[in-house]
């Protein structure tokens, strides 16, 4: 059984993306002992393998050093624990070098980079803080990963409302490269109920097919599957593992503090909440006070509640899992017999009738 650890490694970034959702203070990278101690407390959980989702901020900023005694500690962790350690690590791609990508290389780091499309639409959101765009940056350090061997993901952040047109998207994919990208729709607009976020989808779709090109669209590739034949397509991970994903999701920030569920809850989008998804700390009990506190209880309820509501109205669950737990948590609504048809539902929709 898997575990997911999304490790905050700082919340500090050299870019100042428009729509960033961290608002939290930047207190500085995470020290050694918060990253041991973490790593050691990580064998509480319940799983043969354990995850560490490095993230940030920009966790490059954290050095090279950084890493080489995350995986040095796990060396010695699993010898003593018998568990299996894994690695993925999210960046911008801008501080990219080729011995950080020959690092991630060597000890088998899955990789994956921040691009948001062709650089008119990358360099209007993904700003250095001085205003300028970040695209040719990013787009290099994406070459330099893929240059050691890697083969590195893309996530691009899509605006549901708005997104690109399908055919001009496909053709930049199919310039840089892309071998597999996932899309990921504004946090702040995924429960808006119009956009053209499902044309483009199907639209997409169709693009690729046309084609045939082999570019993985993971949520197209997602649409309509069970959990059976997302683990044969090896598509199940933390945020679609086929089960409730707090039971298989924990995130820590920098200072050590244990969070329910993935980064989202340590980082709501309005300051000073992130303490109601706190469960505890990893030098005060670890994860298995974490995860046997009232608090877990309380959030694990409620997010059963919301889940048994979506599943009750809507025959296509099971192909979603009910979207993103955290866009639920944080909506002001109450969780009533129905949920709201919002953009992430109709997408899902559009997407599983045009594989039909």
């Known amino acids: 059984m898997f575990h997911h650890v999304v490790f905050k490694v700082t919340h500090a970034c050299n870019l100042a993306c428009r729509y960033c959702y961290a608002t939290r203070e930047k207190v500085g990278i995470a020290s050694r002992t918060t990253l041991q101690t973490a790593i050691r407390s990580a064998v ?41 350690f894994l690695n993925s690590l999210q960046t911008n791609g801008t501080l990219v070098t080729p011995a950080f990508a020959e690092f991630f290389r060597r000890h088998e780091f899955a990789v994956g980079i921040s691009l948001d499309g062709p650089p008119p639409r990358h360099d209007r959101e993904r700003l250095t803080p001085g205003g300028a765009g970040s695209y040719e940056r990013a787009l290099k350090g994406y070459q330099t990963l893929k240059e050691a ?59 690729l097919d046309r084609r ?23 598509l199940l991970d933390a945020c679609h593992p086929g089960w409730p994903c707090y039971e ?22 309005v300051t000073g909440t992130e303490a ?13 006070k974490a995860v046997t506190s009232r608090r877990f209880s309380r959030l694990s309820a409620l997010a059963a509640k919301q889940a048994q509501a979506c599943a009750s109205v809507c025959d296509l669950f099971s192909t979603c899992d009910g979207g993103c737990l955290a866009d639920w948590i944080f909506s002001q609504e109450e969780c009533a017999s129905e949920r709201p048809n919002g953009i992430f539902c109709q997408a899902v929709r ?4 045009s594989r039909l």
């Open 350 to 353: 559009a997407i599983t009738n």
């Open 248 to 269: 298989t999701i924990s995130s820590v920030d920098e200072q050590g503090y244990i969070y329910f569920g993935c980064d989202r809850f340590m980082d709501t989008g």
């Open 212 to 234: 045939e090109s082999k570019v993985r669209v993971r949520e197209l590739l997602l649409a309509g599957t069970t959990v059976e034949e997302r683990e044969r397509m090896g």
């Open 44 to 84: 509480q959980l319940d799983a043969d393998t354990i995850n560490f989702i490095w993230h940030g901020g920009e966790p490059l900023l954290a050095g090279l050093d950084f890493f080489a005694e995350a995986v040095s500690i796990q060396a010695d962790v699993a010898a003593w624990s018998g568990k299996r």
């Open 149 to 207: 061997g890697l083969k590195p993901g893309i996530v691009c952040v899509i605006d549901p409302i708005s997104p690109p047109q399908s055919d001009l998207f496909l053709d930049w994919l199919s310039e840089i490269g892309a071998e597999s990208i996932s899309l990921n729709p504004l946090f702040a607009k995924r429960s808006k109920r119009y956009g053209d976020y499902p044309v483009f989808l199907t639209s997409l779709k169709d693009a």
């Open 276 to 288: 109601v998804y706190r469960l505890g700390h990893v030098e005060n009990g670890g994860f298995r």
